[in-house]
């Protein structure tokens, strides 16, 4: 069916910076149009999407840590990143090419799909850590004013359309969101709210509030 | 404004690494600057007063502000983070616009309540949604010791003039609710009302506070943060 291209998430195997190159991108068009089935037919009701399933699994929830795991997410979130990562707003050399290869149209199913996945339970390695990540998450830091995770994300990280998910997400991807956050290489979020609150927080700081996120529930029980 | 926000930003690590310490740098737009006017109404300011707020609305807008102010808007007992509730609407409009308008420093707060965070209309919904909310919790409170020493410097004073005989404020004159507010909130704003380092103060009110000792600051702190909050009965005796 659709050639993937199944690119590992392993740091060594990502994909050069920048757009696919022109001829590639027609062949990729090319062959797109030429599958008997659109990708948003795919896409629809039943069907998990193939191309997507190769980084974040047919139900979205990816067992690759530096892929998110989708499954959950709301689905106007889901539906702006995409669009963010089309109009090159939200920048990712292994996640920018894929979302170039949807349409317009495909947004909504997949987001609807995702969305209506159930997620997987996170993965806690570090119990201590995780109690540390807790007092951040729920008072915040005041020493650096670094508001409650809480108030936004909410108290068991279930999120809302603005504020997304975070229950049982990746830590590895995670800290990686926070770091781009905090660098400037990730600022598509709505009133720069989010790099703010990155801006004032320590490395280690991340690391522990996100093995506290991987045990949260997120209202699944 | 843009070099505003350029004091602005750049007072933001000194602050962090502060913690808590008041940061005593004066506003260059608030007190103390040459052409200060006291409550010289901001456009914003009266767009925003225009407005009819959406408690429902607010609610939600909210949510940007909960890390720091709790969801219930009570701040916390250190006082740390003013509590917002009890607080008339119009006053929580003046501080968030003056905030804004760099008039009132607050760079810990800056990036989740300027302009491109917050919209005019959702600081009216948010002014609705904290009128709305009624619980009465349990404050920060002072020592205890200084209760009558800080009745007595509050009364022959005259700051009761402004803030009222049961620390109740004056939503009309937008003179701010103090009773019940955290100890130490009540006592960091009023050093750095003193040192006219808040950015915005009613000269009247600097002009009596720069005589205060430490101890007079704390005595009256101790008073206005064991008054019960001005929603609730009044005050047994005394009163208007």
């Not at chain 2, 807008?61 to 509590?83: L, M, N, T």
């Not at chain 2, 003039?161 to 009773?179: I, T």
């Not at chain 2, 007079?216 to 909050?229: C, I």
Request: net charge positive; hydrophobic share 35%.
């Amino acid at each position: 069916m659709i050639r993937t291209g199944r690119a590992p998430a392993s740091r060594s195997g990502r994909r050069r910076a920048g757009h696919p190159s022109k001829p590639a991108l027609f062949l990729m068009l090319g062959l797109l149009a030429s599958a008997s089935m659109p990708l948003a037919a795919q896409a629809q009701g039943t069907g998990p999407n193939p191309l997507c399933a190769a980084c974040h699994n047919p139900d979205g929830n990816s067992t690759i840590p530096e892929n998110p795991k989708l499954a959950g997410l709301d689905a106007e979130y889901i539906a702006k990143q995409l669009a963010d990562f089309r109009k090159h707003k939200r920048v990712s050399e292994t996640m920018g090419p894929m979302a170039g290869q949807i349409t317009e149209a495909d947004i909504d199913v997949l987001a609807a799909y995702y969305s209506e996945q159930k997620p997987t339970p996170g993965v806690v390695t570090d119990p201590k850590l995780a109690a540390q990540g807790q007092v951040i998450y729920d008072e915040g830091i005041v020493g650096s004013a670094v508001p409650a995770c809480s108030g936004c994300h909410n108290e068991d990280g279930s999120g809302t359309a603005k504020y997304p998910r975070l229950a049982g997400q990746h830590t590895a991807y995670m800290v990686q969101q926070m770091k781009n956050f905090k660098n400037g290489v990730r600022n598509n979020d709505i009133r720069e709210v989010m790099s703010a609150v990155a801006k004032r927080m320590t490395e280690q700081e991340m690391k522990a509030v996100a093995e506290y996120i991987a045990g949260l529930k997120g209202g699944n029980p | 404004m843009r070099s505003m926000l350029i004091v602005a930003l750049a007072l933001l690590p000194v602050c962090a690494a502060l913690a808590d310490a008041p940061d005593t740098a004066a506003s260059p737009r608030g007190i103390g600057a040459k052409d200060y006017v006291w409550n010289r109404m901001t456009p914003e300011q009266v767009e925003v007063l225009r407005k009819t707020g959406d408690a429902a609305r607010g609610r939600e807008a909210f949510r940007g502000c909960r890390g720091c102010h709790r969801s219930d808007g009570f701040g916390r007992v250190d006082g740390i983070y003013p509590k917002l509730t009890g607080q008339h609407a119009a006053v929580i409009i003046k501080q968030v616009t003056d905030i804004r308008a760099g008039v009132r420093i607050n760079p810990k707060m800056e990036p989740f309540s300027s302009d491109h965070a917050v919209s005019p209309q959702e600081i009216a919904d948010i002014a609705a949604f904290l009128a709305a909310e009624t619980t009465i919790k349990e404050n920060g409170k002072g020592p205890g010791d200084q209760v009558r020493v800080g009745e007595q410097i509050y009364t022959q004073r005259g700051c009761f003039k402004c803030h009222g005989r049961r620390g109740e404020g004056n939503e009309e004159k937008m003179y701010p609710a103090v009773a019940a507010q955290h100890y130490s909130y009540l006592l960091r704003e009023m050093q750095l009302i003193k040192l006219e380092a808040r950015g915005n103060s009613h000269p009247d009110m600097v002009t009596v506070l720069r005589d205060f000792s430490t101890a007079d600051l704390e005595a009256v702190a101790d008073y206005l943060s064991r008054m019960p909050d001005h929603r609730q009965a009044r005050a047994p005796e005394g009163g208007k």
